[in-house]
C-alpha cells in the first residue's frame, strides 16, 4: 500500500478520499477495495517518514482537507522501489508443514489431508472462474490479477501432486 | 426405477505386459457415472487416467472386471459391435489428436456426425455452430496439418461433440491451449453439459476440472478420492475484491 500511495501521489498531489477511489479504479473488481481508514493511517505514517507532506486545502463550508505532495525523500523511495526486482511469491508452506509432520506425529492421514486440500484448491478455482466471469471483459488489470490467482493455484495443485507421489 | 448409470465400471482392471514386467495401469476401478453428470478425472503422470477412458471408449481392452454403458455390458463386445457403438453414443477427444490429415478440417467434424446418421445439412450447422464457438470458423477449409496444436485440439473436440454423443469422453483437451483458447472451451463444455451432455475428462487443468460436478483423483491405477467440487470452506468472499489476498 505504501509504495502504490507514493506511485499515485508522483502523479499528482491528492487528498486520501482521491486515492481511495484511483486505486478502486485502476485494479477494479479483483483487487482487495482499500479501507479510507487503512490509507490515511498510511498516509500518515509516510508523513512521519517525511516521504510526503500534507497542506490543508480550504473548502467552502466545509472543513479543510489535507492534500498529500510527494517530496524528493519520497521520489528517492519511488525509485528505488521501481528500480529493484520484486521477490517472487514464496512457497506456501503450512500445507506442507501439515503434511510432512501431521502423518508423523499421528495427527492426521496423509491421504485424507492432500484430498481435502485438493478440493479446497478446486473450489477455490470455482470461485475464481466465477469472478472471472462476473469481470467486464475490458478491465484487463482485474482479468490479469485473476488469472495470476488461477496460474498459482495450479502450481500449488501440480505440487500437491508431486507430494503425493513423492512421500511414502 | 431410475435409468441406469450411462458408465458402469465394476473392478475394472487393466494390465500391460508386453514382454517383460507386468505394468498393472488401472487397479480395481469401481466408477459409477449418471447421466448429464460431468466428471473430472485427475492424476499423476502414469496414474492410468488415459488407460482408464480408452477402456471406457472401448479403444483399450480390459483384464478382468467389467464395463456397462447405458445399461449394458460392452466388455465383451467386439471390435465392430464397438465401432458402432462409438458411432452411435461415445464422442472421444484422444491427448494427442488423432486427426484424418487428408480432409478439411470441416470434414473432420462432419463425418461423425455423417456416419451416425444425420443429413448433411444438420451436419454442416452442427459443425459451424461447434467450429463457431471454439474460434475456428475461417479454418473450416484448412487441413489439419496447416494448424496449430491447440487449434487441433479444438477441431478434435468439435468433432467429438458432432454426432451429440450420449458419453464425450476427452483426455486432456485443453492440455496445448493458452488461458484464452482454454476459456472458449471451457464455455463450449459449460454449454453442451447445461445442455444435457454427461461429460468424462481427463485434465491437470484445475480450471477445467473446477467446472465439473465431481472430481475423480487416481493415484497408481486406483481411485483415492471421489467427491463433488464443494464451497470453498472459509468466509464467503464478501466482495469479488479478494483475490490477491489468495497470496497474501
Ligand atoms: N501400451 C502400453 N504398454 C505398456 N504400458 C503402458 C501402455 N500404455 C500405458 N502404459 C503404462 O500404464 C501406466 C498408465 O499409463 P496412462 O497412459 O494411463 O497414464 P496417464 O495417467 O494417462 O498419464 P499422463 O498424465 O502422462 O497422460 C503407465 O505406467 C504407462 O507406462
Ligand atoms: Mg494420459
Known amino acids: 500500500m505504501r509504495l502504490s500511495l507514493l506511485a499515485l501521489l508522483a502523479k499528482e498531489p491528492a487528498h486520501g478520499y482521491e486515492l481511495k477511489q484511483a486505486l478502486e479504479q485502476i485494479f477494479g473488481r479483483a483487487y482487495p477495495s482499500p479501507n479510507i481508514g487503512q490509507i490515511y493511517v498510511t498516509l500518515g505514517r509516510l508523513e512521519k517518514d517525511g516521504l510526503v507532506k500534507a497542506v490543508d486545502v480550504e473548502q467552502s463550508n466545509r472543513p479543510n482537507k489535507k492534500v498529500y505532495y510527494l517530496t524528493a525523500k519520497g521520489r ?49 478455482m470455482r470461485d475464481l472462474n466465477e469472478l472471472a466471469e462476473r469481470t467486464d471483459r475490458g478491465d484487463r488489470v482485474a482479468l490479469l490479477l485473476i488469472e495470476g490467482a488461477m496460474l498459482h493455484l495450479q502450481a500449488d495443485l501440480d505440487w500437491l501432486e508431486r507430494c503425493q507421489e513423492d512421500l511414502p | 426405477m431410475s435409468p ?34 460431468f466428471v473430472a478425472i485427475m492424476g499423476p503422470s502414469g496414474s492410468g487416467k488415459s488407460t482408464l477412458v480408452h477402456m471406457l471408449g472401448g479403444l483399450d481392452a480390459r483384464t478382468s472386471g467389467e464395463i456397462w454403458l447405458d445399461g449394458s455390458r460392452v466388455d465383451t463386445l467386439s471390435e ?38 444425420a443429413s448433411p445439412r444438420e451436419a454442416r450447422e452442427r459443425r459451424e455452430y461447434l467450429l463457431g464457438e471454439l474460434g475456428l470458423a475461417d479454418r473450416a477449409d484448412a487441413a489439419p496439418a496447416q494448424l496449430a496444436g491447440g487449434e487441433q485440439q479444438r477441431v478434435a473436440l468439435a468433432r467429438a461433440l458432432a454426432n451429440r454423443p450420449s458419453l464425450l469422453l476427452a483426455d486432456e483437451p485443453t492440455g496445448n491451449l493458452d488461458s484464452r483458447n482454454t476459456r472458449d472451451v471451457l464455455r463450449l463444455l459449460g454449454e453442451v453439459h447445461r445442455d444435457g451432455q454427461t461429460i468424462i475428462l ?10 465439473a460436478d465431481r472430481v475423480v483423483s487416481l493415484l497408481d491405477g486406483q481411485i483415492v478420492d471421489d467427491g463433488a467440487v464443494g464451497p470453498v470452506r472459509r468466509r464467503p468472499r464478501a466482495s469479488a475484491g479478494d483475490v490477491v489476498e489468495l497470496r497474501s
Open chain 2, 4 to 37: 441406469p448409470p450411462i458408465v458402469n465400471t465394476v473392478n475394472l482392471v487393466r494390465i500391460y505386459q508386453d514382454g517383460g514386467v507386468p505394468v498393472p495401469a488401472v487397479r480395481g476401478v469401481d466408477l459409477k457415472v449418471e447421466a448429464g453428470e
Open chain 2, 80 to 117: 465392430s459391435a464397438w465401432a458402432l457403438l462409438r458411432r452411435r453414443k461415445i464422442g472421444f477427444v484422444f491427448q494427442f489428436f488423432n486427426l484424418v490429415a487428408n480432409m478439411t478440417v470441416a470434414d473432420n467434424v462432419e463425418l461423425p456426425a455423417l456416419l451416425a446418421g
Open chain 2, 202 to 211: 481427463v485434465t491437470h487443468d484445475a480450471r477445467v476440472a473446477s467446472l
Open chain 1, 76 to 124: 528517492e523511495a519511488l525509485d528505488a522501489w521501481a528500480d529493484e526486482p520484486t521477490e517472487g511469491p514464496r512457497v506456501r508452506d503450512e500445507f506442507f508443514m501439515k503434511l510432512v509432520l501431521a502423518p508423523m506425529t499421528g495427527v492426521a492421514d496423509r491421504t485424507a489431508l492432500i484430498n481435502r486440500q485438493r478440493r479446497h484448491y478446486l473450489a477455490l
